[in-house]
Structure formats: structure tokens, C-alpha cells
Nanobody, 118 residues
């Protein structure tokens, strides 16, 4: 059984920073891609950033230059450092863990709320 738990969300003023964490525990191996998504009220879930097991990263244009994704493979943990936060960053942030190919999986966390006040 695999557990995926996000933490680090909260309320912050515009221009502030937050660091999200997502830790996976249980029988989970060789996570190919670790990603963050977010869903604002009344909107569809959208991809924010991802990082491969080789360390390659990619970001949505809306967060490029403000957010940084990183991972600790030994701890099966992914982080999202968010800076220069804007009210439009307000959303529930979800962690996604993906392994492709044989024995593949696609796990989601329960989400953590980020609220940015103006």
C-alpha cells in the first residue's frame, strides 16, 4: 500500500513564499516523474511543474521563474518552492507520482491548500 502525503500549504500574503512537500511511503519504487498540479475553485486541475528521475524539470509558463521543483529520491519526496506568490496562485496543490512501463502506477496525494491574499 502506498501513501502520498502533501504538506506545507497555508495562507500567505502576495509576494510571499511557501514550500510544499510531498512524501511517498510504502511499496513504491523507481518513480519516473514527480509532479505538482493545482486546482483553483471552479477551474480544472492544471499541471504546474514536474521533475524526472534524472533531474530534468519543466514548468508551466504561469509559474516559470517563481517556482522551483526538486526531489530527494532516497526519501521519495518532491518539493515545490514557491516565491513571489500571487493571488492567482491560490489553489489546492496536488502531488502526482508516475512510473511508466511494466509495473507502472499513477498516484495522487490528497492535496494541500495554498491561499494567497492580496
Amino acid at each position: 500500500q502506498v501513501h502520498v502525503v502533501e504538506s506545507g500549504g497555508g495562507l500567505v500574503q502576495a509576494g510571499g513564499s511557501l514550500r510544499l512537500s510531498c512524501a511517498a511511503s510504502g511499496s513504491i519504487f523507481r518513480i519516473n516523474v514527480m509532479a505538482w498540479y493545482r486546482q483553483a475553485p471552479g477551474k480544472q486541475r492544471e499541471w504546474v511543474a514536474h521533475i524526472t528521475n534524472g533531474g530534468s524539470t519543466n514548468y508551466a509558463d504561469s509559474v516559470k521563474g517563481r517556482f522551483t521543483i526538486s526531489r530527494d529520491n532516497a526519501k521519495n519526496t518532491v518539493y515545490l518552492q514557491m516565491s513571489s506568490l500571487k493571488p492567482e496562485d491560490t489553489a489546492v496543490y496536488y502531488c502526482n507520482l508516475l512510473k511508466v512501463g511494466p509495473g507502472g502506477y499513477n498516484y495522487w496525494g490528497q492535496g494541500t491548500q495554498v491561499t494567497v491574499s492580496s
